[in-house]
């Protein structure tokens, strides 16, 4: 997997503040997207153990309450970041206790196999659906197009 941007304290990608990492790679090419640079797979770094391991101790570093973990991109639920993504989950779920963990994606939940579907497991939230030029809205908050929905997948903590 590849990342286009990491930020170790964000307040803009969900509530409070926040760890968020942009991925690369997102067969979606929404029409008006803010990020294409983050579509091609390869764009960006390469994500290592070094950078998951940093995102963890970002997380639990007690210097700033963050609540959680934003994955963004690109698209999270690409086929190819699903791997890697799940392992990420799966660590500050285990080792991150309290944080949350919210996660943009094109896909809609419906349209996802069952290995995406693993990743969701240890999300908290997801805000679903290609971002929509002729639906966009900069009213809504933590997306982009009304057609977007935020689901929230477990009790807010």
């Known amino acids: 997997m590849n990342y286009h941007n990491y930020y170790p304290v964000d307040v803009v990608n969900g509530p409070g503040t926040r760890c968020t990492l942009f991925v690369s790679g997102c067969v979606h090419q929404c029409r008006g997207c803010y990020n294409q640079s983050t579509w091609r797979i390869d764009a960006g770094h390469v994500y290592t153990q070094e950078m998951e391991d940093q995102i963890i ?19 999270p639920l690409h086929p190819a970041n699903v791997p890697a993504i799940l392992q990420l989950v799966q660590r500050v779920h285990a080792e991150c206790p309290g944080k949350d963990i919210w996660l943009w994606s094109g896909y809609r939940l419906e349209e996802l196999d069952d290995q995406q579907k693993a990743v969701l497991e240890y999300v908290d939230v997801v805000v679903d659906g290609k971002f929509e030029t002729e639906l966009h809205d900069p009213e809504l908050i933590w997306r982009g197009s009304s057609n977007q929905v935020i689901h929230y997948l477990k009790d807010p903590k």
């Not at 997380?59 to 700033?64: A, E, G, M, Q, V």
């Not at 959680?68 to 698209?75: A, E, I, N, V, Y």
């Open 57 to 75: 101790a970002d997380l639990n570093d007690s210097r700033i309450k963050r609540r959680g973990l934003s994955l963004s991109g690109g698209d």
